[in-house]
């Protein structure tokens, strides 16, 4: 069973957008990882956050975490169509750290 | 330094018989986890191997196995195969338990 929630599943914007990607959970975790996965090949690790993070950026990228939530979001500034691709959260729980559990993902689509 | 290496990349076999999916993970990466993903119920966890020892099992039936050899290389199996396990098969690595999952392209398993 999934983890949580992604919201919204679907995302279409124009390039240069900015695209905001929220993921939601139930249980208390370690960390939380973001991927991306293009047209069902593997998956790419974008960043992960620790549970005593609040923030963290990388190049285009920036990731909230909030635990009191239990939500995070991807932030994605400036979009490019290479960034068209399916967007997953995926937690590593305490008692279980060896795991990931993931959401069902959002599908972004850049329109040139 | 190579990523993680999954083989074959495709595979179509039929109802009944067996199948063999293997991993090689990032060099030092002594942790490897095998996800299933399909698109009615996602990314589902099936296991996790360190140092040669299953540490972790999903919620999966009997049919699904893996074992770890001395190198860290994983393999999956999958006995008796349904048309239900038509998935696309990931393999992922990690340094420790609660460092960054690097993922492989995955096998795309097709059950006929």
């Known amino acids: 069973s999934q983890q949580g929630e992604e919201d919204p599943q679907a995302l279409s914007i124009q390039e240069g957008e900015n695209a905001t990607m929220n993921c939601s959970y139930k249980t208390s975790i370690n960390n939380l990882q973001w991927y991306r996965q293009n047209s069902g090949r593997g998956l790419v690790h974008l960043i992960?956050?620790?549970?005593?993070?609040?923030?963290?950026?990388?190049?285009?990228?920036?990731v909230t975490l909030d635990t009191s939530k239990k939500s995070s979001s991807l932030l994605i500034t400036a979009s490019r169509a290479a960034d068209t691709a399916s967007y997953f959260c995926a937690?590593?729980?305490i008692q279980g750290a060896q795991k990931l559990v993931f959401g069902q993902g959002t599908r972004l689509t850049i329109n040139p | 330094k190579a990523g993680v290496?999954?083989?074959?990349?495709?595979?179509?076999?039929?109802?009944?018989?067996?199948?063999?999916?293997?991993?090689s993970p990032i060099s030092g990466h002594r942790s490897v986890s095998w996800y299933q993903q399909t698109p009615g119920q996602g990314l589902q966890f099936l296991f996790e191997y360190f140092s040669e020892t299953q540490r972790n099992k999903g919620n999966f039936p009997g049919r699904f196995s893996g074992r770890q050899f001395s190198n860290s290389r994983s393999e999956m199996n999958v006995?008796?195969?349904?048309?239900?396990?038509?998935?696309?098969?990931?393999?992922?690595?990690?340094?420790?338990?609660?460092?960054e999952a690097f993922f492989g392209q995955g096998t795309r398993l097709t059950v006929v």
């Open chain 1, 91 to 93: 937690t590593g729980e």
């Open chain 2, 79 to 99: 006995s008796t195969l349904e048309l239900g396990d038509s998935a696309l098969y990931l393999c992922a690595s990690k340094m420790a338990p609660s460092t």
């Open chain 1, 48 to 62: 992960l956050i620790r549970s005593n993070e609040r923030e963290k950026h990388s190049g285009r990228l920036r």
């Open chain 2, 5 to 23: 290496t999954q083989t074959p990349r495709y595979l179509i076999k039929t109802r009944g018989q067996q199948v063999t999916l293997s991993c």
